[in-house]
């Protein structure tokens, strides 16, 4: 494994003018403390801090401050004078990233202003670097420092991430994903292996592929991870109301932080093994519902609403992602309607008789009764097959906003303070 280091690319989506404001207000503030700080010689934190704590700064900016300045008066740069364009600077707690893939902009960046107030501000990301702004997302990369600053009437960010990779060849890697120019699936990716994973409530994540007559082979299924999620889920939701009835809301915020790390530590040994599945494929590509129309077609009642949408969909997908990512293994996602209603044998339309069992309607099929989960996850892979896989840049979304300084306008969440709690970490 190597550690490496990366600046990831943000840039800020059309911020308001109230927005835009707040920005330049942080901006200047910035710029002064920094100026009359380098003036005054503070060549060590403690002098630093005695100019710039005046400011009306964020902390996270003022001890950002306190560690570039001593640099820029001797202590690394030596600089005889200041130019006035520096980008502020955030220490690694300032910043925080959101990620809603069902939308079409898909990141939102809290973005510090003063010690008690923030900004939400949507973000659009370098796509190259997608596995690494999921990594962070999924606690798998360590944020750095972060930098604002504003270029031709744009806002930008940069943000260092540090992470382990497996050590390995580009050219290995290349093999494994050969480029094309239209940056769709080239010819060669006719001849993978697509395997299918279907995320779901019963089995948390069901994977199968057909081998090279066409049978279904080796499902795997984590049934009893599916298990222990949702009875993590319901011993969270009643202590939650109990706690709350007794106006215990730092209580129920601490006991929600620690199932939510057992439920992400089952999602990340769920995930790994996943992509370990995958490995032993030959040639292949890893197959994922789109959230899109996941999110769009889930309309069960507010009860059943709330426990799908609340299930972690976006976080298993980005973390199988950029863990198959790192392993040379693509994703492709494909439009999920009526996965779990047909039949992988003949097409027709079934249904379930129990949440585990797919009956097929068709008198005349061989199928009868099957695993349901894994009838989803064949289904899944032959809509690769059929070609009618998509990237996410080629798709059309509907964007809902708002004028209030939330990651969420518009936007379907984690349900509860499960997804909340677990971002403010």
């Not at 990141?107 to 900004?119: C, F, G, M, T």
């Not at 270029?151 to 290995?172: F, I, Q």
């Not at 197959?287 to 999110?295: H, M, Q, S």
């Not at 080629?394 to 509860?416: F, L, M, P, W």
Request: include cysteine; charge should be negative; glycine fraction near 6%.
């Amino acid at each position: 494994m190597t550690e490496l280091t990366k600046t990831l690319e943000l840039k800020l989506v059309d911020p308001n003018v109230h927005k835009r404001q707040k920005l330049r207000e942080t901006q200047d503030a910035y710029q002064q403390a920094l100026q009359a700080a380098f003036a005054a010689g503070c060549d060590t934190q403690s002098a630093a801090n005695d100019v710039v704590v005046k400011y009306d700064l964020s902390g996270y900016a003022k001890n950002a401050l306190k560690k570039y300045v001593p640099q820029l008066c001797g202590n690394s740069y030596d600089a005889g004078e200041l130019h006035d364009d520096h980008p502020v600077r955030f220490t690694n707690e300032g910043l925080q990233l959101d990620h809603q893939p069902q939308n079409a902009i898909e990141w939102y960046a809290k973005i510090p202003h003063h010690e008690d107030y923030h900004l939400w501000i949507p973000a659009c990301a370098n796509p190259d670097q997608r596995d690494w702004l999921e990594a962070l997302d999924a606690d798998d990369a360590e944020m750095g420092e972060s930098r604002l600053f504003e270029r031709d009437g744009a806002w930008y960010l940069h943000v260092t991430a540090t992470r382990d990779v497996e050590d390995k060849s580009e050219a290995s890697a290349d093999e494994r994903t050969p480029p094309d120019e239209s940056d769709e699936p080239c010819l060669a990716g006719l001849d993978r292996t697509p395997v299918g994973v279907d995320i779901g409530e019963a089995s948390l994540v069901t994977v199968c592929h057909r081998d090279e007559s066409g049978s279904p082979v080796r499902p795997r299924l984590w049934a009893d991870d599916g298990k222990a999620v949702r009875r993590l889920r319901k011993t969270y939701f009643s202590a939650k109301r109990r706690l709350q009835k007794r106006g215990s809301e730092r209580i129920a915020e601490s006991y929600g932080d620690a199932l939510w790390d057992q439920i992400d530590d089952v999602f990340h040994r769920v995930t790994s093994e996943v992509v370990e599945y995958a490995e032993f494929v030959e040639n292949p590509v890893l197959v994922l519902e789109d959230l899109t129309y996941i999110r769009e077609n889930m309309d069960y009642g507010e009860y059943m609403n709330r426990r799908l949408h609340g299930w972690g969909f976006a976080k298993l997908h980005a973390q199988i992602r950029y863990k198959a990512a790192e392993k040379g293994i693509p994703v492709e996602t494909v439009n999920p309607r009526n996965t779990s209603k047909a039949c992988h044998a003949c097409g027709e339309h079934g249904y379930r008789p129990r949440q585990a069992t797919f009956r097929c309607s068709n008198d005349d099929c061989w199928l009868g009764e099957y695993q349901a989960d894994v009838n989803g996850a064949i289904n899944i892979a032959d809509r690769y097959r059929s070609g009618e896989s998509h990237r996410r840049s080629d798709r059309i979304y509907r964007q809902k906003a708002g004028d209030d300084d939330s990651a969420t306008d518009g936007v379907v969440r984690e349900s509860g303070a499960l997804s909340s709690s677990r971002k403010a970490r």
